[in-house]
């Protein structure tokens, strides 16, 4: 399992100077702490194979985990890992890859699709406009605004979520 922090800390529990350093500068958290253990273990029991994970996040109760490689491992077979992660940490669970803002897009809204991506150019600056189909508004996972919140986050520059 590869993470933020490095395999001795997770295995011992105890943070060594440099993952403590990256918990002082607001680089790792405490989610990060208790999802690396998490995964730790899932990957003892045969449950998770090759997974990592860059950071996640509690947005308004939804956790999104970013990953830069695939968001497989994390999701399981059938969805088994993340339902797991879900109830251990008794919220919602969506794993985003952020290899591009395409890619991190559709896997927030996923299994609602995005019709179309643009860059839209403000004199304040850039803000990239994701639309998505209004026969799947009822498939996203929360509301609008959580989704649109994480998704300013996660990829940190400007985006608006639109349905039509």
Do not use: H, W
């Not at 001795?8 to 918990?23: F, M, N, P, T, Y």
Request: hydrophobic share 40%.
């Amino acid at each position: 399992m590869k993470g933020p922090l490095c395999e001795e800390c997770v295995k011992s529990g105890i943070l060594c100077d440099g993952c403590a350093e990256k918990q002082r500068n607001g680089e790792i958290g405490e989610l990060d702490i208790q999802l690396a253990r998490l995964l730790q273990k899932l990957e003892q029991r045969d449950l998770v194979r090759g997974a990592s994970f860059e950071r996640i996040f509690d947005i308004n109760g939804l956790l999104v985990i970013t990953t830069k490689g695939k968001v497989g491992p994390l999701v399981g077979k059938g969805g088994r890992v993340i339902r797991l992660l879900s109830k251990e940490f008794n919220r919602k669970v969506r794993v985003v890859s952020t290899l591009d803002d395409k890619t991190a897009l559709r896997d927030l809204v996923a299994p609602a699709r995005i019709q179309g991506i643009n860059i839209v150019y403000k004199p304040g600056g850039e803000e990239t406009k994701a639309i998505i189909s209004r026969e799947d508004k009822y498939k996203l996972i929360t509301n609008l605004e959580t989704l649109q919140k994480a998704a300013n986050t996660i990829m940190d520059k400007a985006v608006v979520l639109e349905v039509k």
